[in-house]
């Protein structure tokens, strides 16, 4: 299958070279041309684990090529639309510049009987409105939502949980055009599908929203925890043992229950922001009004964290050496965007403290977002003489620290353990003062 992807983001980069592997021929279409210019030689132009090889292999095949002219576009039989929506300036709903941006060049290179995928996360109703404007191109539209998780999204793109297909439908059934839709994108899954995963096929409001709908779930069960650990904190209770014992119940699981300084990235906030707006416009803001109190928990950890450092600095930050350990939104990843870690540091150093923050991957993204932080290339180096040390995001070289060794260098051995992910036992032993969120 001839398959033309738009945007090489976290998320088309990915799927380019995923549809590769799985032998169809694909270009990617992106106006970077920095960015297009890395994938030609096959280096992923962010960190992602198993990405490079991935490239590598796919280009190897001679079937995976970058572009940044979106004629090239043309000749594809699919066209999957990954460009970002990121929330607009100053208000809760989505920017659709890119859709648009993307949508709008790609017209005149449709042939009919072509399809148009969509992968981006959009408010519902954009897909209606898209398909209503390849009318008379003899292309039709079907929405296919991603799920990625960065940091895994090589294997989440090709063994997803699930497959979901909106395909356009009348009365309830799918229309000439839809099941249309949905052979070419059996043929594209061929290889998942043989594997068992299973298919949603739907509509275009149901397929939109499922995104939305797992990101707000997603969302809420670490705000629900979040929310306990405030609890335990006001009665002196563990949340980690609290999020272990309810996690049993198969009903709730343990995953997504870690208690720690929240959610960041590119899509959980903005996700529950547009969701909100979107949910006001078709009035039905009722409906979301807990995304909200989701979003406030959230943010109201980040804060905690920084009363927790004027805490154990005896009243006050001011002056006061600061080691943050981590800036990317969580580990196996360079994504600062909305990063808790990197908001924190932040949030500090314009309270006055001396702030170094540090991360094996995202040094330089966040640099170029607070160049008034200090950057160090590792824990011991950003440690030194430090007043107060916050692991911020959980890398498996900071859950390994050696209290001891750490010890060695900083001014005072104070710790804040924003992820929850040391243990208390080891680090009080060694002398260390630790703090933590819900936890004794
Ligand atoms: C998320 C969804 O998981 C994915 O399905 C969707 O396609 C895009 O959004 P991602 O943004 O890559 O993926 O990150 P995710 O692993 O979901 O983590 C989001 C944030 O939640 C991180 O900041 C992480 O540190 C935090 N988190 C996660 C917690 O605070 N506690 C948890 O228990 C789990």
Redesign the pocket.
Known sequence: MRISVIGCG??GAVHAAAMASLGHEVVGIDVDEAKVEALRSAKAPFFEPGLPELLSSASATGRLSFSTDMADAAGATVHFLCVGTPQKRGEFRADLAYVEAAFTALLPHLRPGDVVAGKS?VPVGTAEDLAERLAGTGASLVWN?????????VQ?TLHPDRLVYGLESADGEPTVDGARARALLDEVYAEPLSEGIPLVVTDYATAQLV?VA??SF??T??SF??AMAELCEATGADVTRL?DAIGYDARIGR??????????????PK?IRAFMARAGELGVSDALGFLKEVDSV?MRRRVRVVDLAREVCDGSIVGRRVAVLGAA???N?D?VR???ALSVAAQMQLQGAHVTVTDPEAVANAAAKWPDLRFAASPLEAARDADVVLLA??WDEYRALDPDALAGVVAHKRILDG?NVLDPVRWRAAGWTYRALGRP
Do not use: H, M, V, W
Not at 145 to 153: I, K, N, S, V
């Open positions: 976290y998320l996360t939502p991603e799920f990625l998780r960065e940091g895994f999204a989440d995104k797992a990101n997603l969302a069960k670490i925890i979040n999020a995953r997504f229950l870690n208690a720690g300084l929240g959610f960041g990235g590119g899509c959980l996700d959230n939104f969580k580990p990843s994504d909305d990063s808790p995001t959980e992820r």
